[in-house]
């Protein structure tokens, strides 16, 4: 694995006069010159619209983009038609809730009626949610009259589930979760959850942002009905995420943002959607960044998930460990590497995690600070934001150890360590 | 022979002028459609081709259609009309079947022409992806209206056109 | 001018063992180099999550993100608070739409009560609309009970706007129209058309999709309420676009999209978001398209938008004057090349235009085929399809010269020309 | 010095310790709030800190706050408050200025020691773009605050806290 640093042309840069140790993969990862090569290929070979033209150039554009859709559904065990192009994560989980709150808004026709929410209904999302599968929940929620229900989290960073049953019950409609914490690092049971949803008939919807970069997912076989996740936190480009969902949902869910290349009728009178995954793909879709993703795909399918996987959950338990060694150190999040991924978020007595975050970029150190998009997660446990170092395949021991030593000094330096 | 003649070879052009079965609509309403009666309309998004095909099972004059689209298209609808009305359903579905393996050949399949007939000449289409809609587009039309025909006729129609 | 092909790497390439003649700018503009490398320098230096981080790489590409706000805020005439990013100008109109539709569920409090509509308001429309101004304002009709109002078209492809003060009315609440259609090429009369608004009371929504791209456009100036472009028709790369809006308006408009960093509280109970741009960018956005988008600006302003404007309508002229030579082939659109662009629609007698495409295809002539997107302006015509060649600031006389010869052997090859 | 030492100057880690003015919040509710009463909430969303002031025009303790933030947020809320308390509301505006500028300098202007006091030792933050929000929270916050208790107050507040 050490040597696929030298992929990644930015870790040979420098900050404030020491070696790049860039820990904040959580919130974007950094790209493998393969990626960005595909881009640059695609923008001086083959750049054209595509499925609007019949000339060369968007005869093989379009091939490249459905090649790269290809890449995408195999990548993440989904069948071609069950992946939709989104700028990213977020607006692939708006779609979905969007489409819920268009649905129930009377759209869709009778194909959507099974999306429709109203009063006596119930939504539940959990208390670890980044904002973006929490938000746009509470907004159908609150358009819709349905009511917003929540699992919570136990002292040590998992899912609570001993009220499964009582919370995810027959008014229940959708029970929107993560599949693994951006803060936590924790890994959800997502059989559990699935199972508990169907036997009450919810439909399910998975955040797998921070799942799809750091292990093996296959999306059929966990059974989820919908599920999202970014192009740029798996070695991809800004500007491209994906929204699966299983083929017949897909097909009924109403499409959200309307206009050019996913209709097949315009009348004055009215109009008609093409099916999924077009109805979900209007205007001029981000062609190059699909290109560049399916690149980071084939990239990460090359050294194999597993690995990857593996190699992240020896770089956690570096992390786990040494951050607990450290006096005042406050671990967010299971401790058992098996149990979460390489996102460790911590708390630091007496210290702001700005001014930790500060320290450490002195040191070349470059971690996430503040609330991570979760803020009712860091008023779970007490704190308004933590300090974040995550980790990507990139990730190496000399990164843990500069962190690590960079942090042991936190608390002396902001005269926290009385 | 360049691409483009390959593409549209003189078998095609011609059916997209002389189109078999292109005849006004009957579209009886709802009520009063005769038994093995069939219709389907069908759409290409991509560049707004459409057909809407008429499929009268058991009859002499089996297929009657109304089109708007590029010479691929048009003859396309010419030539599938022409197979199910000589050859009958059978035959037809064979040849669509034929057919559309062909188009998906990336332009490496051999075109079965005692199958295939006029619909042979289109083998050159399969090698501009762009295009392949646009042949594919009647024979699903057909194939989807003569399902439906089939499914309202009592008299099984068969072989020939003769029940 | 004519140097300045060169800095456009795909124009050297082959196209059925030709030039490659690429007319097809209107649906999608190549790319100069340093776009390209502008994007690839980001990559390889500053990547990082913006307004997210602390650290060194993520102030830098913040101050990157930002720097491209002000630069096509410049670009534009407008407020740096002004822009907001979509990746696609068909997402910017889509939250305008959904911001009215929002509005008028009673989202956004007292603020948003000017956007809310209902049975009884009209949204006036033209028939020159691409679809993503109109589907999107048809969806808002159906669901708000408002009646859509059309702008017919006249003979010669110019809005007809003798019955302007009957359309619009008091009853109007919004005017959409496009600044440039992208089949005609008529340059609409943003000035007449929102002193009528202003009349009424009515917000305009300006789509600039096909004349930020091609001519000097000062959107404070013009005076419309909102307004949207897309980065890849100017220049820029795929998955990037712009909504406008004036700031007042910008800052009232109920957010469309929801997630992270848009919001700045968020509670069990509920919500508070950010001011605008903020409020509408949610979640990671397309950075590194941002900092491409800027250098095309920049390339742009470089050569002067008169100059390319100049430049286009001289490309305009050969285009219209000699297609309309050509026998059987009918133009759509103003003739005089003062009042259009360089985009150039026709009909060709006896030949469908995927058939034309591909004919021009075999001498290496890209042109756009079909409905373009704009179904009930071909409707308008008599027509289902039509062909567009269409320029942009690389097109040169070789490549009108080029379409031209080819476009005269479409009717003798097809056996139109009886 | 580096970076990180003219950042954290010690007369900031100091203030960010030692926080003059915090205090608990008297919060009166609306109908009971005294003249010259005036109270503000500011979040900076990029990191999640946040303030709330009261300014209580013509006291002699005229300033409560409570925050959550880092060092440099902190430091500046009890900085700009001694600011408030002990040179009285013009001086304060005059400062918030000046402070606002040198602020914006990215890290080129000087500070003026006479006006700004302890405030002079964040200059070093001007030339870190991402905490120059959390030193200005703060004395927004106040100034805000400040504004509302003078629309409210009858008596001017003037010179010193003594109306
Ligand atoms: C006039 C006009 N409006 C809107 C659009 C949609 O732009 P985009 O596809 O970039 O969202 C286009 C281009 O396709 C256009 O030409
Ligand atoms: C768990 C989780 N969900 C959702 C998101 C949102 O992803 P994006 O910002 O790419 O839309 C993120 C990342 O910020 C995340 O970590």
Redesign the interface.
């Given at each position: 694995m050490a040597r696929l640093r030298g992929d990644f042309p930015i870790l040979d840069r420098e900050v404030s006069g020491h070696r790049l140790t860039y820990l904040d993969s959580g919130a974007t990862a950094q790209k493998p010159v393969c990626v960005i090569d595909a881009e640059q290929e695609f923008l001086t070979r083959s750049n054209a619209a595509v499925h609007r033209g019949a000339h060369t150039l968007a005869v093989e554009a379009t091939d490249a983009y459905e090649a790269g859709r290809a890449a995408l559904a195999r990548f993440t065990g989904a069948g071609e038609d069950e992946i939709a192009w989104t700028k990213n994560a977020t607006e692939a989980l708006n779609v979905v809730a969007y489409g819920f709150a268009n649905a129930s808004a009377g759209l869709g026709g009778s194909e959507a009626a099974r999306f429709r929410l109203g009063p006596g209904d119930s939504i539940v999302v959990t208390e670890m949610e980044h904002h973006a599968n929490l938000v746009p929940w509470q907004q159908v929620a609150a358009r819709t009259g349905a009511q917003l229900r929540w699992l919570p989290l136990t002292d040590d960073g998992e899912l609570d589930l001993s009220a499964l049953d009582e919370t995810v019950d027959a008014s229940t409609k959708v029970l929107a979760f993560t599949h693994v914490s951006n803060v936590l690092g924790t890994i959800n049971d997502v059989e559990r959850l699935v199972a508990r949803a169907r036997e009450v008939g919810a439909h399910t919807v998975l955040d797998a942002c921070q799942s799809v970069p750091h292990m093996p997912v296959d999306l059929r076989s966990l059974g989820v009905d919908f599920a999202a996740f970014s192009g740029h936190k798996m070695l991809g480009p800004t500007g491209i995420g994906a929204l699966y969902g299983r083929s017949e949902l897909l097909n009924a869910l109403p499409p959200v943002l309307t206009g050019g290349s996913m209709i097949t009728t315009v009348t004055r009178e009215g109009v008609e959607f093409m099916p999924a995954p077009q109805r979900f793909e209007a205007g001029t879709q981000p062609v190059a960044q699909v290109v560049g993703l399916a690149a980071a795909a084939d990239y990460l399918t090359h050294i194999g998930m597993d690995r990857v996987a593996a190699h992240e959950r020896e770089i956690a338990g570096l992390l786990v460990e040494g951050v607990q060694r450290i006096p005042g150190v406050r671990l967010l999040g299971p401790a058992d590497p098996a149990r979460r991924i390489g996102a460790v978020a911590f708390d630091v007595a007496g210290v702001h995690s700005h001014d930790v975050g500060q320290y450490l970029d002195a040191a070349g150190v470059e971690v996430r600070v503040g609330h991570h998009c979760a803020q009712p997660l860091h008023r779970r446990y007490g704190v308004t934001s933590s300090t974040r170092a995550s980790a990507a395949v990139y990730t190496d021991r000399e990164d843990v150890d500069r962190f690590l030593e960079a942090l042991a000094g936190v608390r002396a330096f902001f005269g926290a360590a009385a | 022979m360049?691409?483009?003649a390959q593409?549209?070879q003189q078998v095609i052009?011609d059916h997209s002028?002389q189109r078999t079965g292109e005849a006004a609509l009957l579209a009886p309403p709802a009520g009063e459609r005769p038994e093995g009666y069939g219709s389907s309309h069908q759409?290409n998004?991509?560049?707004?081709?459409?057909i809407t095909v008429e499929v009268f099972a058991g009859s002499a004059a089996p297929v009657r259609w109304q089109g708007?689209?590029?010479?691929?298209s048009?003859a396309a609808a010419s030539v599938a009309s022409e197979i199910l009305a000589e050859d009958g359903p059978e035959r037809f579905r064979a040849a669509e079947e034929a057919f559309r393996a062909l188009m998906h050949s990336r332009g490496r399949g051999t075109a079965d022409e005692e199958l295939l007939g006029d619909a042979a000449a289109f083998h050159g289409v399969a090698k501009?992806?762009?295009?392949i809609k646009?042949a594919l587009l009647a024979w699903a039309a057909i194939a989807d209206a003569l399902a439906q025909a089939e499914s309202t006729s009592h008299a099984e129609y068969t072989e020939g056109g003769r029940p």
């Open positions: - | 360049s691409d483009l593409l549209y052009l002028r759409v998004p991509t560049c707004g081709d459409e708007e689209g590029c010479s691929i048009m501009f992806p762009g295009r646009c």
